[in-house]
């Protein structure tokens, strides 16, 4: 399955069936694990790629590589702001985002992939250090996301389990397209 969240997408019975997507990609996944996973995996994909497969989209309109990268250190930010507001505040309002504005407006395309990493693997390190001392009680605490209502500390972590699972696919995607004759 492709995903796509694009603005307004995620209103409503779309931001049902995308968790829901998203959700049964990670299965029964350890989400903490998946995470783990990420920062030497992208090091091992991207090692030795040079810059123009970095930054050829996947096809007219989609992302390349440095921009699949920047968009998962931006979304490591967000989690991470969401989760610290779960975890100091009852209840507190989640704000969704247009992550497409946000790869055009901070010019995703233009990142460096040394930029791009050191980011993610800042980003990461500062949410594990949170997300590995939680309670069942804590991972419990919910939030109010604008777009797709309750959700708690637990249910964020398991969708960025799964976000990144999907990353990873679309990465190998881009990579096998670049590189394929023709």
Not at 46 to 66: F, Q, Y
Not at 85 to 104: F, K, N, V
Not at 126 to 142: D, I, K, M, Q, T
Request: glycine share 10%.
């Amino acid at each position: 399955m492709t995903f796509s969240n694009p603005a307004g997408v995620a209103a409503a019975a779309g931001a049902s069936s995308y968790t829901r997507a998203l959700l049964d990609v990670l299965g029964h996944r350890d989400p903490l694990e998946v995470l783990g996973e990420l920062i030497p995996w992208l090091a091992e994909r991207t090692g030795g790629l040079d810059d123009h497969t970095l930054r050829r989209e996947e096809s007219p309109g989609k992302w390349s590589v440095i921009e699949v990268i920047q968009h998962l250190a931006d979304s490591d930010l967000v989690f991470g702001y969401r989760l610290r507001m779960i975890l100091t505040e009852d209840s507190p309002p989640l704000q969704g985002y247009d992550q497409d504005a946000w790869s055009r407006i901070c010019r995703y395309r233009d990142v460096k992939l040394g930029t791009a990493l050191d980011q993610l693997r800042g980003l990461r390190a500062a949410n594990f250090h949170v997300l590995r001392g939680l309670s069942s009680a804590e991972l419990g605490r919910p939030g109010l996301h604008s777009e797709r209502g309750p959700e708690s500390a637990g249910f964020l972590l398991r969708l960025m389990g799964a976000h990144d699972l999907v990353h990873r696919r679309q990465i190998d995607r881009i990579i096998s397209t670049v590189r394929a004759p023709g």
